[in-house]
């Protein structure tokens, strides 16, 4: 882990090998579990070695609303 200063921001760098990720083909539980585990309300999505995307809390729970108004979970 490595702090840096951009501008007047705080920034810190944590190393790849380091990182709690998720991918694309994760079950989405799974996820959940490490963002709570982790305490933290992101994820990095990774192809590869290659960032895909982020994955938020309100993102499982904003699909878990969805589908539960449309009577598809379970």
């Given amino acids: 882990i490595r702090l840096s200063l951009v ?3 705080m920034c810190i ?8 990720i998720t991918t694309e083909n ?5 996820a959940w579990q490490k963002l ?5 309300r992101q994820l990095p999505v990774v192809r590869g ?6 994955l938020r809390r309100s ?3 904003r699909w878990l609303q969805f589908h539960s108004e449309l ?3 379970g």
């Fill in 36 to 40: 709570l585990r982790q305490d933290v």
């Fill in 26 to 30: 994760e079950e989405a539980t799974d």
């Fill in 13 to 20: 760098e944590t190393a790849f090998n380091q990182l709690v």
């Fill in 59 to 61: 993102d499982i729970i």
């Fill in 7 to 9: 501008g007047s921001e």
């Fill in 49 to 54: 070695k290659t960032l895909a995307g982020l």
């Fill in 71 to 73: 009577g598809n979970i």
